[in-house]
């Protein structure tokens, strides 16, 4: 008799889910906070010692935890005194909150083209998009890359402050620094699929600890630290963190180092399957960037198969593999371009080397990377039949 045929193995059941399941320790932690009645972070110690393991491990001189990433460029915006009117230069290529930060407190994105070959903000082309309007650019760190700020920091005028979008990129650097290093702020998420998650959640680096001060303030009600609770030095929202996502941000924190050396990993097997089949595709790489937070995989589409992207993209939807065609170019989003024409801004503002890069573009998110051998040798095959067919 011959042996029963193994049933197959759903691809999606051998992708790690993100975020990866907490062990008995972390739990306990969680407990230890709701027991003691000390939730938020105007009583425990729990956020604050996060800011100030983020600031050290950014060798910035300051760090502070709030809502979520989106709100923390809101802040660095408002902490450098950016505001109606005043021009911001942007990436297309991006999540919303890159522009919808600027948008929300009234000033007027101004798009800058990517370099093609990373998808990272292009500093020639935001120097060519500099004018006496302009008070700050927002380099994003796409994927885990690390956009080249410091270059932009040094061609920027004194008034204009740099802003690192550092969502997906906590821990990263480059060969000019560390993320946070670069430019005046980096702003980080926390939100669940980020590399250091906790639900909802981020925080804004600060190289000078002034700057940092003001950002606190602004974050908690306009207090100045070590003053009286109704003591509102400023204007202030309350955008503070939780000490329970303190908790789930400090316990995926510890798992960083790990993590990033086994998305690593899986980046370098996923590229060397995919040139071994002499697949029309490659991963981008940053060559500036000296440690990569491997948050997503990025992957480039040759010329010649670029009209086959949303089909390989669903044909691994529908093995079960989280790829996503990716971002929509933001100065052609309708709301976007709305909304910077209600500011008297360009409402039409074409970004042709981005666009047409984008088109090439899809995406693994990181869990596909901590996956093994065996799924990322069933996802080239997804990619290869759907190259061919
Ligand atoms: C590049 C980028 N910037 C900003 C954000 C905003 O972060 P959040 O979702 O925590 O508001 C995200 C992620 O969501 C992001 O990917």
């Known amino acids: 008799m011959s042996a029963p045929i193994a049933a197959q193995v759903p691809l999606s059941s051998l992708i790690p889910r993100w975020p990866p399941p907490l062990d008995a320790a972390v739990e306990e932690r969680l407990l230890g906070v709701v027991r003691s009645g000390l939730w938020g972070s105007t009583q425990g110690q729990v956020v ?9 491990l950014h060798g910035v001189a300051s760090a502070t935890c709030c809502a979520n990433g989106t709100i923390a460029i809101v802040l660095a915006l408002k902490a450098a005194g950016v505001g109606p009117g005043d021009e911001v230069i942007v990436p297309a290529y991006t999540f919303l909150a890159t522009v919808s930060a600027p948008l929300l407190i009234g000033a007027v994105p101004v798009f800058a083209e990517v370099d093609p070959a990373t998808m990272l903000l292009d ?42 979008d550092a969502a997906q990129a906590i821990g990263a650097a480059h060969v000019s620094g560390a993320i946070g290093q670069l430019g005046d702020f980096a702003t980080l998420s926390f939100q669940t699929s980020k590399n250091v998650a ?10 000078d600890a002034a700057m940092g001060e003001r950002v606190w303030s602004l974050h ?32 995926t924190l510890d798992t960083l180092p790990e993590m990033t050396e086994r998305r690593e990993a899986g980046f370098a097997r996923l590229r060397a399957l995919a040139a071994g089949e002499g697949l029309p595709v490659v991963p981008l790489e940053s060559p500036g960037t000296t440690r990569h937070a491997r948050h997503l ?4 589409l040759h010329e010649v198969a670029a009209h086959r992207r949303d089909g390989v993209v669903a ?8 790829a996503s065609d990716g971002y929509p170019c933001l100065n052609t989003v309708a709301s976007v371009k709305a909304g910077i024409a209600a500011l008297g801004g360009a409402a039409d503002q074409p970004l042709p080397v981005t666009e047409a890069a984008a088109k090439r573009t899809f995406w693994f998110p990181q869990n596909v990377l901590l996956a093994g051998e065996e799924a990322h040798r069933a996802i080239i095959a997804v990619m290869a039949r759907a190259l061919q067919s």
């Open 48 to 56: 604050e010692t996060l800011a100030r393991r983020l600031a050290a």
């Open 123 to 164: 500093p020639a082309d935001v120097a060519r998009r500099i004018t006496t309007r302009t008070r700050a650019i927002i380099p994003v760190h796409l994927a885990g890359a690390v956009a080249d700020a410091a270059a932009m920091r040094a061609a920027a005028p004194n008034n204009v402050v740099v802003i690192e």
């Open 198 to 207: 906790s639900g909802e959640g981020g925080a804004v680096l600060c190289r």
């Open 220 to 251: 908690n009600a306009g207090r100045t630290r070590g003053g009286a609770w109704y003591q509102h030095d400023n204007v202030g929202w309350n955008l503070r963190m939780g000490e329970l996502q303190g908790v789930l941000a400090d316990a």
């Open 297 to 300: 995989m990025l992957w480039r």
């Open 315 to 322: 044909a691994l939807q529908a093995a079960g593999v989280h």
